[in-house]
């Protein structure tokens, strides 16, 4: 069948209300799409397209979230499975909640890092690893600024698959500090349910950022500028309610970026513009690097 043209270039799209949906060949059973499915040479142009961005755009920034994880086993905070003991998120992951009840609090993440140390980096996160060496290679120099990841996730499987310049904006679960003094430290290993400080014996507290807290200033600061002058922007795997890391994907609209959203499902961000392929980010990801290396999916 001969290739439809394609219907998306660049910025020509940006400020429709609305993303242009693509839907991966495996398919998603995803009945709260915004647009109707389109066929498979679609989508294939579509990500022919992204591809293309990716090889030209000099400076590229990925904004990531759970669904980054999910398939490494890791749950998703909003999903069908994104109770944790009944509580939803936004009722633990608060200073107040923490005050109220530091054990449960403690309960969840002492939970969460033991689950940490089953699970492994996936085809998704390997991906982005060999996107920003592709990147940094090509930009020649020390690369900086060719490739900027800004997580939302706190699992630290970027790192551990290799991604270099990743900004943790919601911190790690595999850091903890002192509620009262500036004790921080990296720890995977187990803790007691409520752990104290080594130094002052006050509370430790996990070095995330909950609700209602700032995010870290030099890294939200990185991030912000790696986006202001991007010239593509990947949104993959997150619900993009979270502010102020969903700002960024108007902040990299408001740059002229293309934005790419790779999720299963229809977002925030899908109903603010750009370009969609739905599906698992651990099945496109790869498939965009294929193209980027010229082997056709
Ligand atoms: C797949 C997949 C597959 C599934 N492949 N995809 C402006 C407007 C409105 C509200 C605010 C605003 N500014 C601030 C706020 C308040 C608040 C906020 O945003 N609230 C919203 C709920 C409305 N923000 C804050 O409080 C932030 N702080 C702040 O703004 O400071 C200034 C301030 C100071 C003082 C007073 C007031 C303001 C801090 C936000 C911190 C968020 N922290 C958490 C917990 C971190 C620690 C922990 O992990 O426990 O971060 S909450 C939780 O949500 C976590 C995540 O990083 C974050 C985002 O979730 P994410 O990653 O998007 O996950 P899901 O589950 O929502 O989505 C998963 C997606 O994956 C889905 O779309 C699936 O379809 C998809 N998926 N499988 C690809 N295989
Ligand atoms: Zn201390």
Redesign the pocket.
Known sequence: MARKPARFSGGARLGVSGALVFRSRAGTGDAAIMHPPLDTDEYDVALEQVANSLSKARRVVALT????S??SGLA????AD?LWEGHR??DV?TPSAFQRDPALVWRF?NA?RANLRTVQPNP?HRAFVELEDRLVKRSGGDGAGAFTLAT???DGLHRAAGSRRVLEL??S?QRVRCTRCSHLAATDEALPDLPHCPQCGHLLRPD????????PAEIWREAAQATAICECFLV????????????LIDAARAAGAMVVE????A?SASRRGGLALRG???EILPQLMQRLRGEKT
């Open positions: 979230g759970a669904g980054v999910a398939e998703t905070f909003r999903g994104g998120i936004e992951a993440y969460r998704g939302q996730n706190v919601h911190g679960l995330v950022v909950w609700f209602h807290e700032m995010l993959v795997g997150t619900s993009a309610i979270v502010y102020p890391a969903a700002g790779i999720n299963p499902e977002t698992r980010s651990g």
